[in-house]
């Protein structure tokens, strides 16, 4: 069922909300599946409850022992409890951990896709502008030797660096063209559900996505006072903090399972003022 669905956006971006009405028509449309798989259960499990009892009756017309059905009848019974206890701690554990393997690969495959389409870009802007950047400038630039201590060393740096942006040297039409080309794509992701079980990355994307829709709303950022470009430095220090954090994250996944992606990454690090991709 679709519900009215209220937005305060403008006319001309009505494309913005999109993602949000498919949220609200997407639980209808799971609520009908899922009443239909119950019900195949249900009619699955009255199929195999009568043939079950027919079986038995076929075997007591044929033999006419009913003291051996009830033996083996009573023997089931009896060993169903360590069958579903091997199924449940055994067999379903197995098959939950594998699926939750397969749905951090598909996750970091999104995430690696946001960080080579505009993650990595948006980040060295960010750096560039940071007037506390030179307190742990070196200690970011990941080299191919690095061990777990060393993300580890580097992660404790990164939560307790201070994230500034001096605005006076940000280019916010720069900042604004380069976001704006990439809302269609920063819109899937956000409709992606291989992300729902990672929150940091998600918060990430609500705050670029929320920066990218106050940077479109203004037209002349030379008219701006002070006090519109304090909070837009504030919309800015707020992705800035979370896209540090979650790109050092995400070299430490390349490092462990693909050799060949982090050398990349490493050439290409936003930390690095020297950064090349070419192989010296």
Not at 96 to 101: A, L, N, V
Request: with cysteine; charged share 20%.
């Amino acid at each position: 069922m679709l519900f009215p669905y209220k937005s305060n956006s403008r006319p001309g971006d009505l494309h913005t909300s999109l993602p949000f009405m498919r949220m609200v028509i997407i639980p209808s449309q799971d609520n009908g599946k899922a009443m239909q798989k119950l019900r195949w259960q249900v009619l699955l499990a009255l199929f195999l409850v009568a043939l079950s009892a027919l079986l038995y009756i076929v075997h007591f017309f044929i033999f006419h022992d009913p003291h051996h059905i009830f033996i083996y009848l009573l023997g089931d019974i009896a060993f169903l409890p360590l069958e579903v206890l091997f199924v449940t701690l055994v067999i379903d554990t197995l098959l939950e951990r594998h699926e939750r393997s397969i749905r951090i690969e598909k996750m970091n495959m999104v995430i690696g896709a946001f960080f080579s389409a505009l993650g990595s870009d948006l980040l060295a802007r960010f750096t560039s502008v940071d007037p506390q950047i030179r307190t742990i400038r070196t200690d970011p630039v990941i080299r191919q030797t690095w061990r777990e201590e060393d993300f580890r060393r580097v992660s404790a740096l990164l939560q307790a660096h201070t994230y500034e942006c001096d605005i006076d040297h940000m280019d916010l039409s720069s900042l604004k063209n380069l976001l704006n080309s990439n809302q269609d794509f920063l819109l899937r992701l956000l409709e992606n559900p291989s992300l729902l079980e990672h929150e940091s990355f998600t918060e990430l994307l609500r705050a670029i996505f929320h920066l990218a829709e106050e940077l479109r709303y203004r037209r002349d950022f030379s008219a701006l006072p002070t006090t519109d470009l304090k909070h837009l430095q504030g919309d800015i220090v707020r992705a800035y903090t979370q896209l540090a954090r979650e790109w050092l994250e995400y070299m430490r996944y390349l490092k462990g399972n693909y050799p060949y992606l982090y050398s990349l990454a490493i050439r290409m690090n936003p930390f690095d003022e020297n950064a090349s991709p070419i192989v010296q």
